[in-house]
């Protein structure tokens, strides 16, 4: 999502031609999510990301909580909203940086691979309703990477499937978390949140297609992206926290098509214009489509989602995605803290908190997922954190926010120390250039324009074989033999 640049209240007339220049654009991609087929061995090429105009951020305003009654604001025990499908991201890139995947036959990611990331996957609540297995996080997580051009399939002639990194992942890899939480804030999987953007993501697209077998639309599907876009922000709540039912019960058609049993085909089946599709859904279908259509905003923390007190399961936007819907801030209830860090080290939690041991889990040894000790703080945690682009201050901010008392003194200065000691060893693959004198090393410095780094006076260290083809041209005509 781009940057506010104080044009949010924009004229309608501008949001309007916006969404048109947007539609314009979309048919290649509304065929692609609506063509696709669940099982197919072929691998689909990326889609080109977006980020969400501050033109929209007026009309976001318009529409949301528009199809929702006045519910009681609930008031959730637990909630969650971590960003979980970035850090998955993120630690699958690092460790695609050290050895590309290979699927199995099946398509199947190898265990032996994904073994090395299970202490580093984030507790997810068991109540959120997804599927939280490793296999699965790590197909989203890949689906992202591939969105935001840091991930490139290659398929050879015997089927076999094998995901490497881009030249663009070389370049990201040096950001820390937050800098790369925030870039995949671009990523078209959140799309579905955009109100200009005609598209359907692949979830939707490929349940609205097998849907076709019973409400046909007349004509292409142009426009229906839009449309559910509209609809799922009409029945988030704008302000406050509601109850999932209410959303649910709010997202539903107006005149849904139940289809005859026993009837003849003509009973089974009904036309219907791209505009009449979501009112003729019946529920089941319907709760379906909802739930692939929230998936990714849940999975990147833009909403939260949790339950009361009288076990109803509630949604709300996080203040994340406040900001990135361009929305005012809500005043954020504070939340009790309950834990604390031991002397020894231990993570002691008061009550359950799976949003906390989120958070914290970037940077202990889990050892639980309710309440007691639920992690252990050690140097091997805190520098696995710190490869990861989690800072200590970022660490020490996060305790902060939990800990009903200070941080003891031994554990403050044991952390320093444990970060002084993680620094890493880098390794670059490159081509070095011995030259005979200090002035040669220079002279190849300043034709390299910055592309070459300065390892002695005597030393260059140079990554790319073309820049190294150049520099021999340009060192001929300065009398450098190179």
């Known amino acids: 999502m781009t940057e506010t640049t104080g044009k949010s209240d924009a004229s309608l007339e501008e949001i309007e031609a916006e969404i048109q220049r947007r539609l314009q654009a979309s048919d290649a991609i509304m065929a692609k999510a609506t063509g696709n087929r669940r099982g197919s061995r072929s691998v689909a090429e990326p889609v080109v990301a977006t980020n969400m105009v501050s033109l929209a951020a007026g009309k976001i305003r318009k529409l949301l909580g528009h199809r929702l009654k006045e519910p009681v604001p609930g008031k959730p025990v637990q909630s969650f909203a971590f960003p979980v499908i970035?850090?998955?991201?993120?630690?699958?890139?690092?460790?695609?940086?050290?050895?590309?995947?290979?699927?199995?036959?099946?398509?199947?990611?190898?265990?032996?691979?994904?073994?090395?990331?299970?202490?580093?996957?984030i507790p997810m609540p068991d109540w959120l309703g997804i599927d939280a297995n490793q296999p699965a996080r790590h197909v989203a997580a890949l689906e992202l990477l591939r969105s935001i051009d840091c991930v490139q399939?290659?398929?050879?002639?015997?089927?076999?499937?094998?995901?490497?990194?881009?030249?663009?992942?070389?370049?990201?890899?040096?950001?820390?978390?937050?800098?790369?939480?925030?870039?995949?804030?671009?990523s078209r999987l959140l799309s579905i949140l955009?109100?200009?953007?005609?598209?359907?993501?692949?979830?939707?697209?490929?349940?609205?297609?097998?849907?076709?077998?019973?409400?046909?639309?007349?004509?292409p599907l142009r426009g229906l992206g839009q449309i559910l876009s509209r609809r799922v922000l009409e029945c988030l709540p704008a302000e406050g926290v509601v109850e999932r039912a209410a959303v649910v019960e709010a997202f539903q058609g107006s005149d849904p098509f139940l289809p005859q049993q026993g009837k003849g085909w003509e009973g089974r089946s009904i036309n219907a214009t791209v505009e009449e599709f979501l009112e003729r859904l019946p529920p089941?279908?319907?709760?379906?489509?909802?739930?692939?259509?929230?998936?990714?905003?849940?999975?990147?923390?833009?909403?939260?989602?949790?339950?009361?007190?009288?076990?109803?399961?509630?949604?709300?936007?996080?203040?994340?995605?406040?900001?990135?819907?361009?929305?005012?801030?809500?005043?954020?209830?504070?939340?009790?803290?309950?834990?604390?860090?031991?002397?020894?080290?231990?993570?002691?939690?008061?009550?359950?908190?799976?949003?906390?041991?989120?958070?914290?889990?970037?940077f202990i040894e889990a050892t639980g997922n309710d309440h007691g000790i639920v992690g252990k703080l050690s140097a091997a945690s805190?520098?696995?954190?710190?490869?990861?682009?989690?800072?200590?201050?970022?660490?020490?901010?996060?305790?902060?926010?939990?800990?009903?008392?200070?941080?003891?003194e031994n554990v403050r200065a044991t952390m320093d120390g444990w970060s002084q000691r993680a620094r890493p060893v880098l390794v670059t693959e490159g081509f070095v250039l011995a030259c005979p004198e200090e002035s040669v090393a220079t002279t190849l410095e300043r034709m390299a324009k910055g592309q070459a780094q300065r390892l002695s006076s005597l030393h260059l260290l140079i990554s790319d074989k073309k820049l190294l083809a150049t520099l021999r041209k340009k060192a001929a005509d300065q009398g450098i033999l190179l």
């Open 153 to 186: 399939v290659r398929k050879s002639r015997s089927y076999d499937v094998e995901y490497l990194l881009t030249a663009a992942a070389r370049e990201i890899l040096k950001e820390d978390w937050d800098t790369f939480r925030k870039r995949c804030l671009r």
């Open 86 to 121: 970035q850090w998955d991201a993120w630690i699958t890139l690092h460790h695609l940086a050290k050895e590309p995947l290979k699927l199995n036959q099946d398509d199947s990611i190898p265990v032996r691979w994904m073994k090395p990331l299970e202490s580093r996957l």
């Open 382 to 408: 805190i520098q696995r954190a710190l490869a990861l682009g989690v800072e200590n201050p970022q660490v020490l901010a996060i305790l902060d926010s939990v800990l009903a008392a200070r941080l003891p």
């Open 284 to 362: 089941h279908e319907s709760l379906a489509l909802l739930g692939e259509a929230l998936i990714h905003p849940v999975l990147f923390g833009i909403l939260e989602t949790g339950f009361d007190a009288q076990g109803n399961f509630t949604l709300a936007i996080s203040p994340d995605g406040r900001a990135f819907l361009g929305l005012e801030h809500a005043q954020a209830p504070l939340s009790e803290r309950h834990a604390h860090l031991t002397p020894a080290y231990d993570l002691v939690f008061g009550h359950p908190d799976p949003q906390a041991l989120a958070w914290c889990s970037l």
């Open 194 to 219: 955009d109100p200009g953007a005609d598209h359907l993501p692949d979830a939707c697209g490929h349940h609205i297609s097998h849907l076709q077998w019973t409400i046909r639309i007349d004509g």
